[in-house]
């Protein structure tokens, strides 16, 4: 394959998967030929802006592109959810963190919420392809909230659904759903989850009840992702680790959530007020205090 310099970090396509969740495709060969399911990138839309860490959702090696899919939960997002097909990202690192082991465990349960679907679409075809038989419980907070479902579909023995105010499948958390599918004789080797902090909490109290080997894919806040700076410090079984280098994925029932969910909201006033001044500027209308918070409970 030819390598066209001039078209690094090109959006080569981009769609919109739901109202606040896009999709693109991006030309950048060096990291399409070496990304696994698992990894992240770590980028800038422009010039001006702060550093965010995405999950690499597929790859098409022979065609030097990567895709991601981010929801606009804040000024970063949202700057990069407005560049079109055709504008280069400034700049993005990568591939980052440790790829997911992936060998065949049996039967395998995926858990998202929300935009956690991205982190793992890419892991199940690949579990899929080691022989796995995969089931999956999705949930959102609403229906329009929900996406990849018909493509987990066509990989997953049975997928479940669950949304907060029951637009679609099952009203209520997919911990509902799980808990409800494990007390009916349901079983897996192996859980993997991925979506808002404390629903991977509750899942992992559930599949540990369960003695259910269980892995959450873990999104702190993260700075320079070459475990110099300390940002994505997580505690896992006691002991620190880094999420950048060491994960983002850990054995979620040695994870402290807790301290996780205190570490992603240190910075909270200071993001809110940043996408206030950001939507002024824009022109897209008043911000409320709530909109990040709802932006993430998914
Ligand atoms: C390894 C890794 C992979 C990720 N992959 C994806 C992905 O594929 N798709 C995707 O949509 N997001 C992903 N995220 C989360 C994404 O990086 C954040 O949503 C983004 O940094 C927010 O930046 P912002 O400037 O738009 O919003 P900010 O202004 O920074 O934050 C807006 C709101 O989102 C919350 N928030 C910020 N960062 C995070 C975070 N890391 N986790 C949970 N809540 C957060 C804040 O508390 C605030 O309420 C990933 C995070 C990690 C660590
Ligand atoms: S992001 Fe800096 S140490 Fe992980």
Redesign the pocket.
Known sequence: MDLIKEDFNKILDKKELSSE?KWMKIYHPFIARKALPGQ?IILRPTEE??R??????GTEPEKGTIE?????????????GSLVSGSKIHNLAGP??KPVHIENYGRVLLITGG?GS??IYWMAMAFREKGNTIWAIMGARTANLLILVDEMKKICDKVLISTDDGSKGTKGFVTDVLEDALNNGEHADLAICAG??MMMKNVSIITKKYGIKTIA??????IDGTGMCGG?RVTIGGKVKF??VD??DFDAHQVDFDELLKR??F??K???C??EIYLKSTGAGRFTSTT??K??EV
Do not use: D, H, W
């Open positions: 969740i992240f802006s702060e965010i860490p995405l999950t690499i959702a991601i899919i981010f929801q606009e939960v804040g000024v970063t997002t949202k700057k990069l980052l963190g935009v991205a982190f808002p902090i894919s873990l999104n702190p806040i993260m994505c999420a950048c994960g983002p992603t909201s910075y909270k200071q993001e809110q940043a996408l990040a918070e932006s993430r």
